[in-house]
T-cell receptor
Framework: GENVEQHPSTLSVQEGDSAVIKCTYS??????FPWYKQELGKRPQLIID?????GEKKDQRIAVTLNKTAKHFSLHITETQPEDSAVYFC????????????FGTGTSLTVIP | ETGVTQSPTHLIKTRGQQVTLRCSSQ?????VSWYQQALGQGPQFIFQ???????GRGNFPPRFSGLQFPNYSSELNVNALELDDSALYLC?????????????FGPGTRLTVL
């Protein structure tokens, strides 16, 4: 089955700086890569996603890049704000066989005011 | 907030007991996936239900079983509970198993096995 690795496990940045979280996946058939944000005690919520036919996607301060050849994808958050502090999870799925998500172990991001 | 609901919110059981967790999917969604999230870990895929049939299973033993009902709500059953089953159990609903897109998560059920 799919194996997703995520780094770093913890990340602290100053407010206004950028944060980068990286994930690798093992199954070359994976073709959909969502990123979820989970605040303490709350449910995971989608912040951005990318399909394998796209190399990069941006949504305001958040961007995701995908390198299919190397089987890795990254989340970039620019101009970080204290409310960005949360745990971020990457996931991979093969949507045409079921869209079952395989998650990374999470990155705890702390934005220091 | 999504329209996905789960019950109960918290549950305490003892080793060897059985438990049933419930999930109501968001309106219009016909697919429900269940995940186990141990403390400090990412959600682990248990299984997925689509139109009342199991549509994929992760690396979990048969004592984890499920159901999906005609209204697309779902149950997760765990028999012979073990201490390691203590976790947050999340369900997520989506439009279909072959559509790339967001899965909407419920708030979870926190299961503690003593």
């Amino acid at each position: 089955g799919e194996n997703v690795e995520q780094h770093p496990s913890t990340l602290s940045v100053q407010e206004g700086d950028s944060a980068v979280i990286k994930c690798t996946y093992s199954d070359s058939a994976s073709n959909y890569f969502p990123w979820y944000k989970q605040e303490l005690g709350k449910r995971p919520q989608l912040i951005i996603d990318i399909r394998s036919n796209v190399g990069e996607k941006k949504d305001q301060r958040i961007a995701v890049t995908l390198n299919k050849t190397a089987k890795h994808f990254s989340l970039h958050i620019t101009e970080t704000q204290p409310e960005d502090s949360a745990v971020y999870f990457c996931a991979a799925s093969t949507f045409d066989t079921g869209n079952q998500f395989y998650f990374g172990t999470g990155t705890s991001l702390t934005v220091i005011p | 907030e999504t329209g996905v609901t789960q019950s109960p919110t918290h549950l305490i059981k003892t080793r060897g007991q059985q438990v049933t967790l419930r999930c109501s999917s968001q309106s219009g969604h016909n697919t429900v996936s269940w995940y186990q999230q141990a403390l400090g870990q990412g959600p682990q895929f248990i299984f997925q239900y689509y139109r009342e049939e199991e549509n994929g299973r992760g690396n979990f033993p048969p004592r984890f079983s499920g159901l999906q009902f005609p209204n697309y709500s779902s149950e997760l059953n765990v028999n012979a509970l073990e201490l390691d089953d203590s976790a947050l159990y999340l369900c997520a609903s989506s439009f279909g198993p072959r559509l790339a897109g967001e899965q909407f998560f419920g708030p979870g059920t926190r299961l503690t096995v003593l």
